[in-house]
């Protein structure tokens, strides 16, 4: 599977972005996603991640009830709607991907789960 983010740029303190990542290969549905962001100067940190199904959702604390993870599988698609930005915000969003069995309905908060991962998009949010 390879991985394409798109969509980032630069919005003010309160804007909106969302973000879109194309997948390519075969059984994109039976795949668990998710996004990560590296802001300046930090480790790599968790998002938000959706399961193959795209039923089940979770986020990280920070961006809860700000941002919605969706995916389209028959488009291989899979995005991430962000509202309410705010400059700690800012950082490369990258998409990921591991597969996962028909069991597994929910994705992976850890990183170290992911087969696949896209370039990364950037993201500055000024306040």
């Known amino acids: 599977v390879q991985l394409q983010a798109s969509g980032g740029g630069l919005v003010q303190a309160g804007g909106s972005l969302r973000l879109s990542c194309a997948a390519s290969?075969?059984?994109?549905?039976?795949?668990?996603l998710g996004w990560f962001r590296q802001s300046p100067g930090k480790e790599r940190e968790f998002v938000a991640t959706?399961?193959?199904?795209?039923?089940?959702?979770d986020y990280s604390d920070s961006v809860k009830g700000r941002f919605a993870i969706s995916r389209d599988n028959a488009k291989n698609k899979v995005y991430l709607q962000m509202n309410s930005l705010k400059p700690e915000d800012t950082g490369v969003y990258y998409c990921?991907?591991?597969?996962?069995?028909?069991?597994?309905?929910?994705?992976?908060?850890?990183?170290?789960?992911?087969?696949?991962w896209g370039q990364g998009t950037l993201v500055t949010v000024s306040s």
């Open positions: 290969g075969r059984a994109f549905g039976s795949y668990a």
């Open positions: 959706i399961g193959w199904s795209g039923r089940n959702t």
């Open positions: 990921a991907a591991v597969e996962v069995p028909p069991d597994e309905t929910w994705g992976y908060l850890d990183m170290a789960r992911y087969d696949y």
